[in-house]
């Protein structure tokens, strides 16, 4: 016995030895074989993403500094390290046709720009919007989702916690600059400050905030709960109506969407839940209503005369600029600025420019609703989470210029990775079904087990 545990022993340190110098820790039988760490720039690549890239943002329009350079430089950054990340990790997920498809984005808007401006400017500056564009769609359509793809724990949380850590952080900024200038949910009015972006931008944080706390269930309830009300107070404060509505509206889209699918979970939840908001509104109605930016919401949507704030005149003169070169549009940003994404895809892309895009969201959205009735929980909440950014695209787009293919857009940004995850993973797949974790892998040496002694 004393002979057999000395042996025991023996196999042991030999083993940590081998662990600590001639196998830097790989993932053993079963895991992609790649040596320990090798996500670090895949971590970094994401943070850059999701922290760096508010933040300079935010930085460029608090100092006047023109963002697009800054972004140039970000995107650069990011195309860097996330090609260091392929290199490291290796990654063996197959890319699909939808991917290589999805690159012709780049090209909308071209024709329009070399008709409308064909002069050595345009062109070089088209060429240069082009490249930046075609090094975001590389990134976040293909590199990181394959990286991500290898993951043994969720990638689908390591987004929405990383999209939800953005989103956070860019609301706690703009609540406390609002709060420093005596910009408050008790003060009238609403604030439009000339060297912060503009509040319906950072109601969109809000939202996304509001809703990724909601939809990730292993989250701390703590934060949770913070999360929740920082972006609540966020659409508030900025008074956001189409971001505040759109929030509203996708919860309960996303609750009937698990009532048909799970009738006997969710009914009980939603008799709680409809129990404990009316109980609520009840209680704290009169409160609610007699805040300052309540009331003020309540001014500008019902009793003004103009509820859509001249958004009716801008449909009216898109619509005019638009009918000069309806097919093919006048290419990127050579049209005016309107709030409402449609009638400027409309005045830049022409029709087939905006029928590309309708498609890629159509698809997209079509893919979330796929892996939303997989009978895997990780693939249903990345299908959800896709579902979700989709619709806000959608209803957003009416009253506000975003989309997916903005540069300085986090929420686009994971938009994009989590459609290139999806389209890499099968809807019927196990892969991440053990996992509720939101961190990225540690890989980890192998485990000997001491055999039973004979007899």
């Not at 109601?203 to 905030?209: K, Q, V």
């Not at 704290?284 to 001249?310: C, H, V, W, Y």
């Not at 053990?434 to 002694?453: D, F, I």
Request: charged letters at 15%.
């Amino acid at each position: 016995m004393r002979l057999g545990s000395q042996r025991y022993n023996a196999a042991c340190r030999i083993s940590t030895m081998a662990q600590r110098s001639l196998l830097p820790a790989p993932y053993i039988a079963g895991r992609f074989k790649q040596v320990k760490n090798a996500d670090k720039p895949v971590r970094l690549a994401l943070f850059v993403l999701f922290v760096l890239m508010p933040l300079a943002y935010m930085g460029a329009v608090l100092k006047n500094i023109d963002f697009e350079f800054v972004f140039l430089a970000i995107w650069l950054l990011t195309g860097v390290l996330a090609m260091y990340a392929e290199v490291q990790v290796k990654p063996k997920a197959k890319l699909k046709a939808f991917h290589y498809l999805s690159l012709g984005l780049v090209l909308i808007g071209v024709p329009g720009l070399a008709v409308s401006q064909p002069r050595t400017v345009a062109l070089i500056y088209l060429f240069g919007f082009i490249g930046v564009i075609l090094i975001k769609l590389i990134v976040v359509l293909m590199i990181i989702p394959r990286c991500l793809y290898e993951s043994n724990v969720s990638p689908v949380r390591v987004l929405i916690r990383g999209l939800l850590t953005g989103a956070l952080l860019t609301c706690v900024i703009n609540n406390v600059l609002y709060a420093a200038r005596g910009v408050t949910i008790l003060t009238p009015g609403r604030a439009l400050f000339t060297d912060w972006f503009h509040p319906n931008a950072a109601a969109l944080y809000g939202s996304i905030t509001v809703l990724a706390a909601i939809i990730e269930p292993n989250l701390n309830k703590w934060y949770k709960a913070f999360a929740i009300g920082t972006g609540f107070y966020t659409l508030l404060v900025t008074q956001g109506r189409s971001s505040l509505f759109s929030t509203l509206g996708i919860l309960a889209f996303l609750f009937l969407l698990e009532l048909v699918h799970d009738p006997k979970k969710y009914a009980v939840q939603g008799m709680l839940w409809l129990a404990s908001l009316a109980g609520g509104s009840v209680v704290l109605a009169g409160a609610i209503r007699n805040l300052p930016a309540i009331k003020n919401i309540e001014e500008r949507t019902f009793q003004s005369d103009d509820p859509l704030a001249g958004r009716l005149d801008y449909i009216e003169f898109s619509i005019e600029y638009w009918s000069k070169s309806q097919l093919i549009g006048f290419g990127q940003k050579q049209a005016p600025a309107v709030d409402s994404f449609w009638m400027a895809s409309l005045m830049q892309y022409g029709i087939l420019g905006l029928f590309i895009y309708v498609v890629f969201y159509l698809v997209s959205g079509y893919r979330g609703y796929k892996l939303f009735t997989s009978k895997n929980p990780e693939l249903r909440l990345l299908g959800k989470f896709i579902m979700m950014v989709t619709l806000s695209f959608f209803v957003r787009s009416f009253t506000d210029d975003n989309h997916a293919l903005q540069l300085s857009n986090i929420v686009g940004n994971v938009y994009c990775i989590a459609v290139g995850l999806a389209f890499l993973v099968d809807p019927s797949s196990k892969r991440w079904m053990t996992q509720e974790t939101g961190k990225l892998p540690v890989p980890q040496g192998p485990t000997l087990v001491r055999p039973e002694p004979a007899g």
